[in-house]
């Protein structure tokens, strides 16, 4: 027994003596190498390793050491690059420019940390992007393609990049801009919203940590559109009045503000001179051209005028008729006369038991000699709230004789209008008139000057049995233009019928009837005087 226990204790002896002289090995640390860095920029930079061996102990974690000091360690900068053995690839980010760096390849097991063997790298010292801003192509009225190509980074990843423009110089991201991704390479932009007829200035732009740069500037012009108006016809051409048909066909991409017709004497009128407006938008319109010269040689174009400026159509040329014709009183009736302050001598006629004059009124002064103001600044007349005169179309030589003069009712209400023994009437003598030639319906026909000498075709109805020989004076409206000769007559009455307006009785080139209104005072009208 005791032979037995002794080989035991022999054989227990060898096993303990074996295992401490490395016959059974013991688990190690990973063993493992650092990759070389590449990729370098200012920022980032790529590295790794390889797990060569695990020795014998799961590796739960790798990845690399970095930082400005030899020999860094986990516990400082690192990434986590999974698990296991064999080679990994790192990202280093977050680097400074200009800076050294040491690098090493680390592995974690349960029986320690591994490091594998250092390299070391320089990061390059960033600046900011250097870029050209692409030529622009595909101009429209509102519309154009540019961009651009990063030429050089900076050593410092392109975050974002694009293009700006302006219609002033040196344009940044804080005017127009397009965002067209990031990196480096070309890029291209679509530049939207433009005006049409406007310069503009572009530059390409990238931005990097450091910040944001711009591409060479370059300028381009969009297409001007221009609306599509045209000058269709003419027509009713009479002594002083004629139509002009016209119509807008497009806007040509923006909105019309005003459209009109534009005359005079010479070719090519324009807005600067007579015009007239007729709304605004698109479609066909007529424009009424009044205080034309008898006998004259006139040309008219349309116009339409937008945000960007005012566009003109074909030219078209007319005559007016030739001069105005004597008034053409009624043969059979007797006439008698009154001579006014000036010593204008006019025709009188008894129509009932009233005596009215036969004409319009001409005088500039009033019966008490005194000077009736005379204005002929449309301006100046809109603004009037006292007694003026002026003549129709500021032409007294061709008007004189047959308009009379056209006065505001301001100059009614002095009560020395006309030559002394006689008064403007009021309302009720004219409907007094009216009522013995017949009513209203028929009495229009009556009372106007017969055929076209003065009226427009087809001058209904006139028959000037009366004698009171109505011509169309037209007058001058509020805003002092000339409207309606050849259309339409009117007379002031004294009749006031509230602070800013007056009774006034109108006669129609095209309708027998007479009619009645109330006026804004401004207006410039003819006045017939009945004897007191």
Known sequence: MKKKADYLAIVIFAVAFLTVNGCKKEPGIPVLTTEPVTEVTANTAVSGGNVISDEGAEVTARGVCFGTAANPMLTGLHTSDGSGPGAFVSLLSGLEAGETYYVRAYAVSDNGTAYGNEVTFETPQASLPELNTAEVTGITHEAAVSGGTILNDGGSPVTSRGICWSPNSNPTVSDNTTSDGAGPGTFA??????????????????????????????????????????????????????????????????????????????SGPSIDGWHNENGSGEGSFDS?????????????????????????????????????????????IEYGSVTDVEGNVYKTVIIGDQTWMAENLKTTKYNDGGPIPFVDNPQDWTALSTPAHAWYADSPAVYKDICGAMYNWYTISTGKLCPTGWHVPAYSEYTDLIDFLDGATNTGGKMKEAGTSHWEVPNAGATNESGWTGLPSGRINEIGSTMSYGWAGYWWTSTETDPDRANNIMLYYDFVFVDDNNYDKRNGMAVRCVKD
Do not use: M
Request: aromatic share 12%; proline share 3%.
């Open 189 to 266: 932009s679509s530049i939207t919203g433009l005006t049409h007829g406007t310069t503009y200035h572009v530059r390409a732009w990238a931005t990097n940590s450091l910040g944001t740069s711009y591409g060479n500037e370059i300028t381009f012009t969009t297409l001007q559109v221009f609306p599509v108006i045209t000058t269709d016809d003419v027509f009713n051409v009479g002594q002083t009045e004629a139509v002009i048909r016209s119509s807008v066909d497009a806007n040509g991409g923006s909105v019309i503000l005003s459209r009109g017709v534009c005359w005079g004497t010479e």
């Open 288 to 332: 009424f051209l009044t205080g034309l010269l008898p006998g004259t040689d006139y040309f008219a174009r349309a116009y339409a005028t937008t945000e960007t400026g005012t566009t003109y159509g074909n030219e078209l040329a007319f005559k007016t008729a030739d001069g105005l014709s004597p008034i053409n009183f009624n043969p059979g």
